[in-house]
């Protein structure tokens, strides 16, 4: 039977109808995938936690911080001689070299003495010939004054044999320095150690001719070594011979240092307004090497306080912060900083944090507060095995 066409269902329906589960069934295969599961299960899953070292963390504790004025200046040898030349010549032979060992005494620098050599022989010669005119001069007085008794001169005749007797003893007296000083200007062409030590700087070498006052080289001794430093004008009141000093010198790896002032200059630099310090070494632990960059300061005030490396500290405006470890979290803890230490670059933490907290030394720009930790554990040591197993 045929059905009225009033009945019959509209075309543009029956398209639509089938779009929709043409669709539906599209999306349910999508769901059923394993790779859309999978980015399902990851975005649900919360994030890993952060694995840390025992290095990457830092114990807090109350520390010393040193409130005295700084100190900075150089390691120099107490006794140093800089050995110059005191005669004009050229040089001969250098014995020593940087480094060397010497003892006192010891012919460091020989000069070329042929000139003077020459005038020591001259001065030696006239010192001869006036010797023998004083001889001469002293016997024909005791002659004439012999003959003027007896009343066979006159008093005149004494007279002049007394004058030329004065003149050649003045002569001689004159020759005789000459050649003291011909001696002692051959003496300095031989370049001698003053004291035992070490040659720290040589200038000159065989050939160079050496002007009077030229320097030669330089002799230190090196257990003679103390802190020469420089304090601001500004804490001078500050400073007395007797405190301590806490420093570090540049090149060696050791904990600080530690002196004693020894001695407070008068004045001050008109230029830099600064004052020179003397500060001695604690016995057996000064360097042997002079010349090196040294920085600390002296201790005239000290606190217990909490420090912390500027490293573990976070700055954000006028705020900072550190990382600290809560449980197997971590807490972005607020902190009040004060007074900051030049030398070592230690932060005094005023409040924030306790003595045994635990932050991370070098905190990284991508944490979030709560995020999960986990200490990394240590790695056994491998077994050794034995050469014949």
């Known amino acids: 039977m045929t059905l009225p066409r009033r009945f019959a269902a509209p075309r543009s329906t029956t398209i639509a109808a089938a779009l929709a589960l043409a669709l539906a069934a599209g999306l349910l295969a999508g769901c059923n995938r394993p790779g859309a599961a999978g980015a399902a299960d990851a975005a649900s899953a919360p994030s890993a936690a952060l694995l840390i070292s025992p290095e990457d963390v830092l114990a807090v504790g109350l520390q010393t911080h040193a409130s005295g004025p700084v100190i900075t200046g150089s390691i120099q040898p107490e006794r140093r001689a800089d050995l110059r030349a005191e005669v004009s010549a050229v040089v001969l032979q250098v014995l020593k070299e940087n480094g060397e060992v010497v003892h006192k005494g010891d012919l460091l620098v020989r000069l070329d003495d042929t000139s003077i050599r020459d005038s020591l022989q ?9 010797a023998q005119a004083l001889d001469q001069a002293q016997r024909q007085y005791a002659r004439v004054k012999t003959l003027q008794a007896e009343g066979m001169s006159s008093q005149q005749a004494l007279d002049d044999a007394e004058v030329r007797r004065n003149t050649a003893q003045s ?3 004159a020759a005789d320095s000459r050649t003291v000083a011909a001696r ?10 003053p004291f035992d030590g070490v040659v720290s700087d040589r200038k000159v070498s065989a050939g160079d001719t050496a002007a009077i006052g030229k320097e030669l080289l330089k002799v230190i001794a090196p257990d003679s070594m103390r802190f020469e430093g420089l304090v601001s004008a500004d804490r001078m009141g500050d400073i007395q011979a007797g405190q301590a000093v806490q420093f570090r010198i540049n090149g060696f790896d050791r904990t600080d240092f530690i002196g004693k002032v020894r001695h407070v200059d008068a004045s001050a ?3 830099t307004r600064q004052v020179s310090v003397i500060v001695d070494f604690a ?3 000064a360097p042997r090497v002079a010349g090196l960059y040294a920085e600390g300061r002296i201790a005239s005030g000290a606190s217990q306080a909490l420090l912390l490396p500027e490293a573990a500290i976070v700055k954000e405006g006028d705020k900072a912060y550190v990382w600290r470890l809560n449980g197997n979290k971590l807490a972005k803890t607020t902190v009040t900083l004060g007074d900051r230490d030049a030398r070592l670059g230690n932060v005094v933490v005023a409040s924030g944090i306790a003595a045994g907290d635990r932050v991370l030394r070098t905190p990284g720009s991508t944490l979030s507060n709560g995020q999960a930790i986990e200490m990394a554990k240590p790695v056994a040591p491998a077994a050794s095995v034995a050469p014949g197993a």
């Open 122 to 130: 001259s001065a030696e010669e006239s010192g001869r010939a006036a």
């Open 171 to 173: 002569d001689r007296v």
């Open 184 to 193: 002692q200007q051959r003496t300095r062409t031989e370049v001698r150690a």
């Open 269 to 271: 630099d008109p230029v």
């Open 283 to 285: 016995p057996g632990t």
